[in-house]
């Protein structure tokens, strides 16, 4: 059996379990039972949280070099208990995540918008990567994805340019205005590669002149 210890605020004997551990005491527990700091929290809720809140801005610095001090030195530790963490608690983490996103939604926002500039090159890089190392997975499954939604795809895509008309022309025009070398080049290259068909088809002589080839 373990031993007893008296709360230091409601003088009662309790078991060991009955309080927090603490290290810097002699005995390793707080001197208060776990009721009465419970108790205490309650009370003082908002004197807390204005006390943390101070405490935080006051200590920034301090804080997130410690913060980041300790990740690096306890990643693998932390690693696993994030995955055993969140392979228990998948489903109230979805729900927390969701209600917060809905609640946060503008914070969130500008929070992802400050990330992806802010990292931009690197988030691009590691994109890059992952499309060259998954290429033929991602290529089959857009082409399974296509083939299984042909219909509602070609909805999507009829209704997407009739409501953004503007747009799209915009962007079309600018893109050319652009890509004018690139697009001389393509069209060339599709000529030489088509060039019977396209001379034998009654387009041939209007295609020819576009071209600069009569
Ligand atoms: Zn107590």
Same mark, same amino acid.
């Given at each position: 059996?373990?031993?007893?210890?008296?709360? %230091?605020?409601?003088?009662?004997?309790?078991?060991?379990? $009955?309080?927090?551990?603490?290290?810097? &005491?002699?005995? /390793?527990?707080?001197?208060?039972?776990? /009721?009465? !700091?419970?108790?205490?929290?309650?009370?003082?809720? =908002?004197?807390?949280?204005?006390? &943390?809140?101070?405490?935080?801005?006051?200590?920034?610095?301090?804080?997130?070099?410690?913060?980041?001090?300790?990740?690096?030195?306890?990643?693998?530790?932390? !690693?696993?208990?994030?995955?055993?963490?969140?392979?228990?608690? +998948?489903?109230?983490? =979805?729900?927390?995540? +969701? /209600?917060?996103?809905?609640? #946060?939604?503008?914070? !969130?926002?500008?929070? *992802?918008?400050?990330?992806? =500039?802010?990292?931009?090159?690197?988030?691009?890089?590691?994109?890059?990567?992952?499309? #060259?190392?998954?290429?033929?997975?991602?290529?089959?499954?857009? *082409?399974?994805?296509?083939?299984? #939604?042909?219909?509602?795809?070609?909805?999507?895509?009829?209704?997407? %340019?009739?409501?953004?008309?503007? %747009?799209?022309?915009?962007? &079309?025009?600018?893109?050319?205005?652009?890509?004018? $070398?690139?697009?001389?080049?393509?069209?060339?290259?599709?000529?030489?590669?088509?060039?019977?068909?396209?001379? %034998?088809?009654?387009? /041939?002589?209007?295609?020819?002149?576009?071209?600069? !080839?009569?």
């Amino acid at each position: 059996m373990s031993d007893m210890k008296k709360c %230091s605020k409601c003088g009662i004997e309790k078991d060991e379990s $009955e309080f927090y551990k603490k290290r810097s &005491q002699k005995d /390793g527990l707080n001197s208060q039972c776990k /009721g009465c !700091v419970r108790e205490y929290s309650v009370n003082n809720k =908002d004197r807390i949280k204005k006390y &943390q809140s101070e405490y935080r801005t006051k200590n920034k610095e301090n804080i997130v070099d410690y913060q980041k001090e300790y990740r690096t030195n306890n990643k693998a530790r932390l !690693v696993a208990y994030f995955k055993k963490y969140r392979a228990h608690e +998948k489903e109230s983490i =979805d729900i927390r995540r +969701k /209600g917060y996103i809905e609640q #946060n939604k503008n914070d !969130v926002k500008l929070r *992802k918008k400050m990330y992806y =500039d802010q990292n931009k090159e690197r988030l691009a890089e590691k994109k890059r990567q992952y499309y #060259n190392k998954n290429k033929e997975r991602l290529l089959e499954y857009q *082409k399974r994805h296509r083939d299984q #939604n042909k219909d509602d795809i070609s909805l999507q895509k009829k209704e997407y %340019s009739a409501q953004n008309k503007e %747009s799209i022309s915009i962007r &079309q025009k600018k893109y050319r205005t652009n890509n004018k $070398e690139l697009i001389s080049e393509r069209k060339k290259a599709y000529y030489v590669k088509n060039k019977e068909r396209i001379l %034998s088809s009654h387009e /041939g002589t209007y295609i020819k002149s576009r071209l600069g !080839v009569l």
